[in-house]
C-alpha cells in the first residue's frame, strides 16, 4: 500500500543502491524552493536598525549567504555518498553515544525554526481567509503533516513545483518596490547609505550565516537518495547556488521593504507592497507566503523526525524502517511543535532574532568538527555498517570530539552577543557578534589536530563492504567508495 501512495518506508537506515534515484539538480529546486520564505524575509527585516544605511545591511547579507551556504552545500554533498541522514553520520565522529549532545540541540533548533514560521505562516493564511492565528497554526501543522508522511519524493516535488510560484510572486514584488509608483520614498539619501555602524553590520552578516548554516543538520537528508556516482562537485554546487541566490534576495527584499514601510508584521507589509500592483495580487503575496512557511516547515519536521530516531535507536536499537514507525514518531513531533508554536505569539521579531543568535553559538562547533572530519581527516572513507553498531570502529564517546565541541564553544563566549549575555570583545565590536568565527577555526583546528591522533588510535576507516542492521539482522546492503 505504501509502495502504490509512493510514500516513503526508509528513515535513518542506509539507502540500498539499486534504489537511488534522481539529479544534482534537483537540489537547487528544493533549496530555492524550501529559502524563498517569509521567514527568510522577516531575518531580513532584522538588520534594519535606525541611522543604518540600507546597503551596509545589504551588503553584510550578500556575505553572510556567500560564506554560510560554503558550509550548508559541503554538508550536503555528503548524502549521496554516505546515503545516511546528516545527524546519524555525527556518530563517526563523536562516537555512538556521544552523538546524541549534538543531537539535542538540533532537535531544539528545529522546533524553534518551526514555531517562528508556523506563526508567520499562519498571520498570512489569517489575512487570506479571515481566520484567527490559531487555526491558521493548525491548518498548516496538518498540511506539513501529511507533506512529511509523504517523505522525501513528495517534499522534492512539492518544493520543485514552489519554486516557479514563489520566484514569479517576489519578482514582481521586486519590481514594484523598485519601479512602482510612489514607493522609492523611503529610499532617500540618508536611509539608503545612511552610516556605517560595525555592530549592526556584523548582525547582518550573522544572520545570513545562520539562515544559510541553519541547514547544515539535516541538509544531506535531501540529497541522500542521490545515486553513488553522484559527483561532490555537482552536489555542492547545485546546493550552493540554491540556497545562497535566494537568501540573499529575500533577505534584501525583506530588508528593503522593512525601510519602505516599516511593520512588525512583514506579512501585511508584503500585502499592501502587492495589493499596489492589483488586489488579487496582493492575495497571491499571502498564498506564497503561507506555502513557503508549508514548504520550509514540513522540512523542519522532517528532521525532528530524523534527529528524534537516531537519538530513540542509539538506547534502543530494534527497530525496522517501515512506515509504521515514521507515523509513530511523526504524529507526536508535529504535535509538540504546534504547541511551541502558540507560544509569545506577540514577539515574533524579538524572540526570532534571540533564537537566531543565540543558536549559532551552538551549531557552529558541530558543524566544523563534521566537515573537517569527512573533508579533511577521513577522506570521505567511511565504514557505515560500524555508524550503526556501538561496538564499531567509532566508539561509543570519541573524547577528542567533545573536547573541540566544548572548547569551540567556550573560544566563542568573549564574542557573543545574544539576549543571554554579551561577551567583552563584542562590546568592543560595537555589540557586534563574530563568534561563529572564532567557533569555526577554532573547533575546526582543535579537531583537525585531535582527530587525526583519534582516527589513527581507532584505526582508520577503509572502503569495504558492510551489512547495516539491527539486532534482529534486518538491513543488509552494500557499502559506498570515498570521493
Not at 495589493?275 to 495580487?281: E, G, M, R, V
Not at 507515523?327 to 504547541?339: M, Q
Request: glycine share 10%.
Amino acid at each position: 500500500m505504501a509502495k502504490q501512495l509512493g510514500l516513503e518506508t526508509h528513515s535513518i537506515d542506509f539507502i540500498p543502491l539499486n534504489q537511488r534515484y534522481g539529479k544534482s539538480r534537483d537540489l537547487f529546486f528544493l533549496w530555492f524552493g524550501a529559502n524563498a520564505q517569509m521567514a527568510v524575509v522577516t531575518t531580513g527585516i532584522l538588520t534594519i536598525v535606525p541611522h543604518f544605511g540600507f546597503i551596509w545591511a545589504a551588503l553584510g547579507i550578500l556575505i553572510g549567504s556567500l560564506l554560510g551556504s560554503i558550509f550548508m552545500a559541503f554538508h550536503s554533498a555528503q548524502g549521496p555518498h554516505l546515503g545516511i541522514p546528516q545527524m546519524i553520520q555525527s556518530r563517526a565522529q563523536f562516537g555512538y553515544y556521544g552523538a546524541v549532545i549534538p543531537l539535542f540541540m538540533v532537535v531544539a533548533m528545529y522546533l524553534g525554526f518551526y514555531a517562528a514560521g508556523a506563526v508567520i505562516g499562519a498571520e498570512a493564511l489569517a489575512l487570506l481567509f479571515h481566520l484567527p492565528i490559531y487555526m491558521g497554526i493548525l491548518i498548516s501543522s496538518a498540511i506539513d503533516l501529511l507533506l512529511v508522511i509523504g517523505g522525501y519524493r513528495f517534499i522534492h516535488r512539492f518544493n520543485h513545483v514552489m519554486a516557479y510560484f514563489f520566484s514569479l510572486i517576489f519578482l514582481v514584488i521586486t519590481i514594484l518596490l523598485i519601479w512602482g509608483p510612489g514607493l522609492g520614498k523611503g529610499f532617500d539619501h540618508a536611509t539608503f547609505y545612511g552610516h556605517f555602524m560595525l555592530g549592526p553590520f556584523l548582525l547582518s552578516i550573522s544572520l545570513a550565516v545562520i539562515n544559510t548554516l541553519g541547514y547544515a543538520p539535516y541538509v544531506a537528508d535531501y540529497s541522500r537518495y542521490l545515486p553513488e556516482k553522484t559527483t561532490i562537485k555537482s552536489t555542492f554546487w547545485y546546493s550552493y547556488v540554491g540556497v545562497s541566490f535566494s537568501n540573499v534576495w529575500l533577505m534584501i527584499l525583506g530588508a528593503a521593504v522593512q525601510v519602505q514601510s516599516p511593520h512588525s508584521n512583514p506579512m501585511i507589509g508584503f500585502f499592501h507592497l502587492g495589493s499596489s500592483l492589483f488586489p488579487l495580487f496582493g492575495l497571491l503575496v499571502l498564498l506564497a507566503g503561507w506555502l513557503g512557511i508549508i514548504s520550509i516547515n514540513a522540512l523542519n519536521i522532517y528532521g525532528t523526525f530524523m534527529s528524534t530516531l537516531t537519538i530513540t535507536t542509539t538506547f534502543y536499537r530494534r527497530w525496522k524502517p517501515t512506515v509504521r514507525l515514521r507515523l509513530w514518531f511523526i504524529i507526536p513531533i508535529v504535535f509538540v511543535a504546534t504547541y511551541v508554536s502558540f507560544f509569545d505569539k506577540s514577539h515574533l521579531l524579538t524572540s526570532f532574532e534571540s533564537f537566531l543568535t543565540f543558536l549559532i553559538d551552538f551549531l557552529v562547533p558541530w558543524t566544523a568538527i563534521n566537515l573537517t572530519d569527512f573533508y579533511l581527516v577521513r577522506g570521505g572513507q567511511y565504514d557505515v555498517g560500524a555508524i550503526f553498531n556501538p561496538k564499531g570502529s567509532y566508539g561509543r564517546l570519541n573524547v577528542t570530539a567533545m573536547v573541540c565541541y566544548f572548547g569551540g564553544f567556550v573560544a566563542e563566549m568573549p564574542f557573543m552577543n545574544n539576549s543571554f549575555y554579551e561577551g567583552p570583545i563584542a562590546k568592543i565590536l560595537g555589540n557586534g557578534d563574530i563568534s561563529w568565527v572564532v567557533g569555526l577555526v577554532v573547533a575546526g583546528l582543535l579537531y583537525w589536530i585531535g582527530g587525526k591522533r583519534s582516527t589513527a588510535k581507532l584505526g582508520k576507516t577503509v572502503d569495504s563492504q558492510f551489512d547495516v542492521r539491527d539486532n534482529k539482522g534486518v538491513i543488509q546492503q552494500q557499502g559506498s567508495r570515498g570521493p
